[in-house]
């Protein structure tokens, strides 16, 4: 008779990190620890292994993309949005970054018991309007009622489902060297949009969120035929994370230049003040594009054309890839002229900002 005396372990060290903190999940490097030693190797698939936004998926003839988030944003309602808003633009955006078109959504509601009526009903409002802003319809749901004190009002997840009609493959796996790096717009009005409320900073003007629909600015350069290498929205981890994780999937180099990168003086000014960097503040309106350097011209035309993307700028590009004993890395040329590198942080500066 065999004796099998088999114990699997936990993929992370216990004695590290016993219990989940925080800053799991923040967007940097703890969260990345998490999905690549526990979620990942559980779940392992072709399309989880692609580590993009949404999974690009075959159905019959069909090409879809489908995403999930939840949000558990506090306060929930904020300068320039709210939970239910940004609960569809979260959702929509994912899947505007596998360039597919948004088509539906799901939406699951934990509701705290106790939780004003009056309020769900204007967060319902606003998911809806959002909604039909976005061009989605919201066709499917669950509610869950919590005990009082078991949610801290209402958390919401939402999936989408989304059409990808045209040939190319996006992701980070298909970026060059050589490609330009476009940032849709200025960086970090989100997150300080949360902190000023929550801290109740008051400034000559109201700091407010990016939260919108990115889905026309994204398409609108595939349906031009601009050969779209990646995209990437910026939420959790802001710029910073963002591009660390596409140089580590993507096994190259990326440099960008300070300068170039748009900043709100409102938004620097509150960086400053609160000691955050705002290459890792969080947007929830804001994406990156990879596109070949001869399509630059082109491909900010057409984004600087779209309301939500008419600041984008080029703020860097992608070098070598990376050799056999190198990591990839995320550079930054500064205002004087020397380079650094920028690199994922543990956690993320602002907790419950999404």
């Not at 936004?53 to 159905?59: I, M, S």
């Not at 409320?197 to 601009?226: H, K, P």
Request: overall charge negative; proline content about 4%; glycine content about 10%.
């Amino acid at each position: 008779m065999l004796n099998f005396d088999f114990t699997p372990s936990c993929p992370i060290s216990i004695s590290d990190y016993p219990n989940v903190l925080l800053a799991h999940g923040g967007g940097g490097k703890l969260t990345q620890q998490l999905i690549d030693r526990m979620f990942r190797p559980a779940f392992s698939n072709t399309a989880l292994d692609a580590q993009h936004d949404g999974a690009a998926l075959q159905v019959g003839g069909a090409r879809l993309a489908f995403s999930t988030d939840s949000y558990v944003v506090k306060p929930i309602f904020f300068p320039g949005g709210d939970i239910g808003s940004l609960a569809v633009h979260g959702t929509v955006n994912d899947l505007a970054m596998c360039g597919a078109r948004p088509l539906y959504l799901s939406a699951g509601f934990v509701i705290e018991e106790g939780f004003p009526m009056e309020t769900l009903w204007r967060v319902t409002q606003s998911m809806q309007h959002a909604a039909q802003a976005a061009g989605v319809n919201v066709v499917t749901g669950d509610t869950k009622v919590v005990e009082r004190g078991k949610a801290d009002g209402i958390f919401i997840n939402t999936a989408g489902i989304g059409v990808i009609d045209h040939g190319l493959s996006i992701g980070p796996q298909h970026i060059q060297p050589g490609d330009v790096v476009i940032s849709s717009g200025d960086i970090g009005r989100h997150g300080m949009a949360i902190m000023a409320v929550r801290e109740g900073l008051e400034f000559e003007s109201t700091i407010e969120s990016d939260s919108a629909s990115v889905a026309d600015a994204a398409l609108s350069l595939i349906q031009a035929g601009i050969e779209v290498h990646c995209l990437r929205d910026l939420t959790r981890g802001g710029l910073a994370s963002a591009l660390g994780e596409i140089a580590g999937s993507a096994q190259m180099h990326i440099q960008i230049d300070e300068r170039a990168v748009p900043i709100r003086e409102e938004v620097q000014a509150a960086c400053e003040i609160l000691g955050f960097d705002p290459l890792y503040v969080a947007c929830e309106g804001r994406f990156v594009a990879f596109v070949p350097a001869a399509a630059q011209a082109r491909a900010l035309q057409i984004m600087q054309s779209q309301a939500v993307s008419k600041d984008a700028a080029v703020i860097g590009y992608v070098g070598a890839r990376v050799t056999a004993h190198e990591t990839p890395r995320v550079t930054l040329r500064n205002r004087l002229g020397t380079v650094r590198i920028v690199d994922m942080l543990s956690g993320e500066q602002l907790p419950r900002i999404c």
